[in-house]
């Protein structure tokens, strides 16, 4: 059974960095482009960025190149996602997905991860 | 890179069809057959109805159908469901973007 599982709630202040996962598991984690996506309290879906865990090949949406990291761990089958410096404006869940084709459709997501940045 | 455009809400009565658009250009949903269908229930991560245009998942109810007209992607749900009463989003491969993908602004589908 492919499974996305996702790290827990994060509570942070404004300035402080954070590392969320998600560990894939069920089906070949090399093989699939594993993309993150943010949705804003009662707003739509983002997609941020996508990585290829075989070669680690990573694509960014412009809105945040810059401003969050993607990487993957293939040895333990984990996709990550990454701040420096987390704003208020980072508060969102966040969602893994594992794309099933060059179409970027998506069969399997992770539960999500609520991060709430607040002082 | 915009989002695809579709429409805030769309109701309908039980048994009815409704139809949600996705308009975007010919650099993704008018230029690739690359368009996908997601469903979101308040609190639960987004389910695929529809993938590329018109193919549906095994699982997905047959009430559920894709289709595309240049650069207007179209999901029609026919004979409305209360459990139907979700959050919409399509999403297509894009040329405009590294990325290469981009989602639609989302539609509420209210069951009258």
């Known amino acids: 059974e492919v499974q996305l599982v996702q790290s827990g709630a994060e509570v942070k202040k404004p300035g402080e960095s954070l590392k969320i996962s998600c560990k894939g598991s069920g089906y070949s984690f090399t093989s699939y482009w594993i993309g993150w996506v943010r949705q804003m309290p009662g707003k739509g879906l983002e997609w941020m960025g996508i990585i290829y865990p075989g070669d680690s090949d990573t694509r960014y949406s412009p809105s945040f190149q810059g401003q969050v990291t993607i990487s993957a761990d293939k040895s333990i089958s984990t996709a990550y996602l990454q701040w420096s410096s987390l704003k208020a404006s980072d508060t969102a869940m966040y969602y893994c997905?594992?794309?099933?084709?060059?179409?970027?459709?998506?069969?399997?997501w992770g539960q999500g991860t609520l991060v709430t940045v607040s002082s | 890179q915009s989002a695809l455009t579709q429409p805030a809400s769309v109701s309908g009565s039980p048994g009815q069809s409704i139809t949600i658009s996705c308009t975007g250009t010919s650099s993704d949903v008018g230029g690739y057959n690359y368009v996908s269908w997601y469903q979101q229930h308040p609190g639960k991560a987004p389910k695929l109805m529809i993938y590329?245009?018109?193919n549906r998942p095994s699982g997905v109810s047959n009430r559920f159908s894709g289709s595309k007209s240049g650069n207007t992607a179209s999901l029609t749900i026919s004979g409305l469901q209360a459990e139907d009463e979700a959050d919409y989003y399509c999403s297509s491969y894009t040329s405009s973007s590294t990325l290469g993908y981009v989602f639609g602004t989302g539609t509420k589908v209210t069951v009258l």
């Open positions: 590329e245009v018109s």
């Open positions: 997905a594992r794309l099933d084709s060059y179409s970027g459709y998506v069969v399997y």
